[in-house]
């Protein structure tokens, strides 16, 4: 008798220590789970919704990606986010060779590069063929051409740094993996630079294998690993998207525009920013001021010089139908941009 009260009693004891273990477990889970459905980069937010991810993210950035990897086990992961913060972006001043000053610069906007067999998206006009991007990339080599970054083109704008003549600055807009795939070891051939403009809430922690058939996004580590030819810069954090025509920075209240860019611009650490499809105003121009952006880029088609409002500068997009004779154009290859003012 007392022996089936002590196996009653141990039954019991196990149940409850089973019971305590889930509800354990479930309160740990829950969050994890939460962090993923607002980083998730294929989410549909609702506009009522989007202010309580938004703030959710900025309070908890720190919190939920330690969470996230924790759960994954990629500790490592975390460490590439940390990297990238220490190491920073590109600040520094290089010495130039001088023959003739530069007194206006052209800005080259790039998006996504694919080879002409691999490119499902055909009627895509943002992405360049791969060949098309090498022989461009060889004509600036070959008629020794400067690439500057964007702290650069900072001084020169200010009157603080000369450039040769012949110098470009070379952006790519959204942070499509394919820069790393392809650009990155073509400009490092030819020891050139160039800028990234990330939509960061894209952004993932680990790397992953190239496919051309999706959209695919740069990961903490291959920030870290390209440094040596790229900065990462502001492309909103998950404002690049369009509401009857018109992108959030137009259509979203000046609260939610402040809260996205405070996240973008804390995880690219950077003061440059381009604005998404071109689309700004006013009160957007006033915000990137107080939030201590230095300098964003249009859409609009112009060289940069000394005297242009730094918010509001010019940039050439090169799509897939820019002949090689209107890239010599649009770098003064041809002409000293006589046809260009």
């Known amino acids: 008798m007392e022996n089936k009260k002590i196996a009653v009693y141990i039954t019991i004891m196990v149940a409850v220590v089973f019971i305590i273990g889930v509800t354990l477990c479930a309160k740990n889970t829950m969050p994890i789970l939460q962090a993923r459905e607002i980083q998730s980069p294929n989410e549909k937010v609702s506009p009522a919704n989007e202010k309580v991810l938004i703030e959710a993210l900025s309070q908890d950035q720190d919190e939920t990606l330690t969470m996230v990897n924790k759960e994954d086990g990629a500790n490592e992961s975390i460490n590439y986010q940390k990297m990238y913060i220490e190491k920073g972006n590109n600040t520094s001043i290089r010495n130039f060779e001088i023959e003739e000053k530069a007194e206006a ?16 998206f055909r009627s895509n006009s943002a992405i360049l063929d791969v060949k098309n991007f090498q022989e461009q990339m060889n004509i600036l080599y070959e008629n020794n051409y400067t690439t500057i970054t964007l702290y650069e083109l900072e001084q020169f704008l200010l009157g603080n740094l000369d450039v040769p003549k012949n110098t470009v600055v070379i952006t790519f807009d959204d942070g499509y993996l394919s820069n790393i795939h392809y650009a990155y070891p073509i400009l490092k051939e030819y020891g050139f630079v160039a800028s990234i403009f990330m939509i960061t809430h894209e952004v993932h922690e680990t790397s992953e294998v190239f496919n051309p058939n999706v959209l695919q996004y740069l990961s903490y580590k291959d920030m870290v690993d390209t440094l040596d030819v790229f900065t990462y810069d502001n492309h909103t954090h998950n404002m690049h998207r369009l509401e009857n025509g018109n992108g959030y920075l137009l259509t979203k209240s000046s609260e939610e525009i402040i809260q996205d860019l405070k996240i973008n611009m804390e995880l690219t650490h ?11 105003n006013e009160e957007t121009l006033t915000i990137l001021e107080e939030l201590g952006i230095r300098m964003a880029f249009t859409v609009e088609r112009g060289l940069v010089k000394k005297g242009d409002s730094l918010l509001e500068l010019n940039r050439y997009g090169i799509f897939p139908n820019t002949s090689l004779r209107q890239f010599k154009n649009i770098i003064g290859l041809n002409t000293r941009w006589s046809i260009l003012k």
């Open 270 to 280: 950077s003061p440059y920013f381009a604005y998404p499809y071109g689309h700004y």
């Open 105 to 120: 610069i052209p800005v080259l906007m790039y998006h996504h590069l694919l080879t002409k067999d691999e490119n499902p």
